[in-house]
């Protein structure tokens, strides 16, 4: 028998999501691209996200 | 290419004495051993060649090294499994004594190696008969956890808490800054010191114009830049600026005095959601100390799996118990904590709001105690004024910090009520400013340079606000329109999963069953849309829908569905490799079932390499007959007390094939094999 597996993993689930995070309709670029990076780089923790998301209110507000 | 297996040799591992060497060639085998011959010492290795583990010798009864380990072989012989594969592999674990310990390791592995190894310990790669009952005996929460681990649905999970949490903390910020309160206090100023609230830079500089008007200034602001340089121009006129200074701090201390009284009934009201959650966990704490419970619980169900505690005993508390209604009982603990965990969320949220808005007024009054202007005596009752209010927000934060587990008490809100006798010194204020601002109103200039000038203050203050406000919901929405796609992807993934696996699990249990009455067996996801608690497996028995399984399966039935699930575990997960091994499973099926689970493999599994180990002759030779046709390999496995267990050596020739079946006492194959030759 030859099936083609079709299930993905949940890595595969959180890959998928995450190559499309930027292309999510109405998301600002800035939040997608901080959850994608830390996603990347392993750090996608809750005090990761907060640090990050507060660093782009405060960039925009300078 | 899917990995198979080229060679098999084993040496001193179990009942494998010398060596034994199978070149399957990425042949499936079907293998034939009594009860003790050893059969099962071949799965045994292959189990530990992966994992470093062999579950049924994982127990603290046993050592495992040493039960792997031949006992009769000497300390310098290494024992050993290796394996070539087709894709120029191979794998290699030795078992060997050094300074009297006995050492268990993967020789000379390569990162490529040590990748295959990593990514097959996650495939289903053999399965036992007592292995097959495994995942239905689970309980609910129990099966969805066994799959997560199987697709690794658990950092799915994982990553769809941090992203709500995230959503929440936006939210609760927002939620505590009150901007609408603060912007309406400026706004309000603005009425008081322009008569109107201007929202455009136009208009607030269109006013500003007009009121300079009477000082004949001989410029106009065109932008709010220029506002400094007209405040310049009408500060070289005889302005009073240690009256303005003082009027500027009490209009600044009135407009914050003003949000706060405001602010206190978003406190009293978030504390009155926090002390509701508080009292209904401390009514019940018992189920929130289950959850920090939950890690001991599955230590007691580990000691009890393992078996390093065996007598009918509870573990800790050692009163008589039967270990498997325990273990019942513990699961059913751990399914409850589940509940309780969510309860200790939402408790968390309100408590972290809390906490938000106190903490945030705190540092907003202490920004206000620094102004070296409260030094003053005259200001002495404003100071005492500020500090009295602080100390009621942090009585308020000082209530996130009670532990409702301890038995801590929550003052009730009437008791942190912030009331209007707390804003005494408003009223103080007011007088103080309505005295300065008579004195200013004899001087026009004073007058106009604060009416400016706190103008400009109050708009900046509002354009600052709403940008923050504006910022934080667009990140709120931008975290809800990814968690909410997430959920959805996740919903999908989960679906695509589990309507592929349900299929596959009915499909090979129906062919192992055809016409019974228990039909369209599926695993069904339980819980809310986007909270998962549990799966479950049902089927249609009756035109009406049964779950668990348990209720009117037999235990063959039972068995049936676990060699179901596997297989259709093989199909969905197994990306590496292409063989199963299936050791001794069909014990409990009757002959039919038997039949029907070996006309499975070679009708669905023609492009695995399976190896077959059984000890049931009748089966053992209808899959034979099969089998050769498929060009299977097939062997003997036996024991003897010099050779310990070793492969029955093939046959050069027919005659030879004749006389060791007739030896053997297996005269029933020998008819097709006379009739095949000729």
Known sequence: MSEENTVKTGKEILDTFFQSILSIEGVDSEIANALLELYNEGKFTEINIANRIRKIRETNAN | ?678
């Open chain 2, 1 to 678: 290419m899917p990995i198979k297996i080229k060679n098999l040799t084993i040496s001193g591992i179990r009942g494998i004495q010398t060596s034994i060497n199978i070149p399957l060639n990425e042949k499936s085998m079907l293998i034939y051993g009594e009860n003790g011959s050893g059969k099962s010492s071949i799965t045994d290795a292959i189990e530990w060649l992966y994992k470093d583990d062999v579950s049924h010798l994982s127990n603290a009864e046993i050592n495992l090294k040493e039960a792997l380990r031949n006992s009769h072989i000497d300390k310098a012989t290494n024992s050993e499994v290796s394996i070539a594969y087709n894709q120029n592999l191979t794998l290699s674990r030795k078992l060997f004594y050094q300074k009297e310990k006995l050492i268990s390791e993967l020789s000379n592995s390569s990162q490529k190696q040590k990748e295959y190894v990593s990514a097959s310990k996650k495939e289903n790669l053999l399965i036992r008969y007592y292995l097959l009952r495994d995942f239905i005996s689970k309980t609910k929460s129990g099966k969805l956890e066994a799959l997560s681990d199987i697709i690794g649905f658990s950092e799915v999970t994982k990553t769809k808490e941090i992203l709500k949490k995230t959503f929440n903390s936006v939210k609760n910020e927002i939620k505590s800054q009150n901007f609408e309160n603060q912007i309406s206090i400026q706004k309000e100023t603005l009425i008081s010191k322009i008569g109107a609230a201007v929202s455009q830079e136009k208009n607030l500089i269109e006013k500003i114009n007009e009121v300079i008007n009477p000082l004949n200034l001989g410029i106009v602001a065109a932008t709010i830049k220029d506002i400094d340089m007209i405040l310049e121009q009408i500060s070289k006129q005889s302005v009073n600026k240690e009256l303005l200074s003082l009027q500027n701090f009490l209009e600044t201390t009135k407009e914050n005095l003003v949000s706060l009284k405001n602010d206190r009934n978003l406190i009293d009201r978030e504390y009155k959601e926090f002390y509701a959650k508080f009292n209904k966990i401390a009514a019940d704490t018992q189920s929130i100390m289950q959850t920090y419970l939950a890690e001991l619980l599955k230590a007691g169900n580990l000691v009890i799996e393992k078996k390093y505690h065996k007598d009918n005993t509870c573990p800790l508390c050692l009163q008589q118990k039967d270990l498997t209604k325990l273990t019942a009982e513990i699961n059913q603990r751990l399914e409850e904590i589940k509940a309780s965990s969510q309860i200790k969320n939402t408790f968390d949220n309100a408590k972290e709001l809390v906490a938000k808005i106190s903490s945030e007024r705190i540092k907003r009054i202490e920004s206000m105690l620094n102004n070296p202007i409260l030094l003053k005596h005259d200001n002495t009752d404003i100071k005492q004024a500020l500090e009295n209010l602080k100390t009621k927000f942090k009585n308020y934060y000082e209530t996130t910090e009670k532990k409702v587990i301890a038995g801590d008490k929550l003052p009730d809100s009437n008791e942190l009520l912030i009331t209007d006798n707390d804003f005494k010194i408003h009223t103080e204020i007011l007088k103080r400013l309505e005295s300065i601002n008579n004195t200013i109103k004899n001087n026009k200039a004073t007058e106009i340079y604060s009416n400016i000038s706190a103008s400009k203050e109050a708009f900046l203050k509002i354009k600052r606000f709403e940008n923050e406000k504006a910022k934080l919901e667009n990140q709120k929405k931008s975290l809800e329109l990814i968690y909410n796609e997430f959920t959805k992807q996740q919903r999908e993934g989960l679906e695509s999963f589990i309507n592929n696996f349900s299929a596959k699990i009915n499909e090979f249990y129906q062919y192992m069953n055809p016409g019974e009455l228990f039909q369209e067996i599926q695993i069904v996801p339980m819980g809310e849309e986007d909270e998962l608690k549990g799966i479950t497996i049902e089927y249609k028995y009756n035109d009406g829908w049964v779950s668990p399984p348990q209720k009117y399966f037999s235990e063959g039935h039972l068995n049936c569905f676990g060699i179901a699930f596997f297989l259709a575990s093989v199909i969905a997960f197994n990306k590496e490799n292409k063989f199963i091994v299936l050791d001794n499973v069909i014990s409990s099926f009757d002959t039919l079932h038997r039949k029907r689970f070996a006309d499975l493999l070679f009708e669905k599994f023609t492009d695995y390499q399976i190896i077959l180990l059984t000890h049931e002759t009748e089966w053992f030779d209808y899959v034979s007959q099969i089998a050769k046709k498929r060009n299977w390999l097939i062997d003997n496995i036996k024991w003897s007390e010099t050779k310990g267990t070793y492969l029955d050596e093939k046959p050069s020739d027919l005659e030879e094939f004749i006389e060791k079946e007739l030896a053997d006492g297996r005269v029933e194959t020998l008819g097709n094999s006379i009739e095949d030759d000729i």
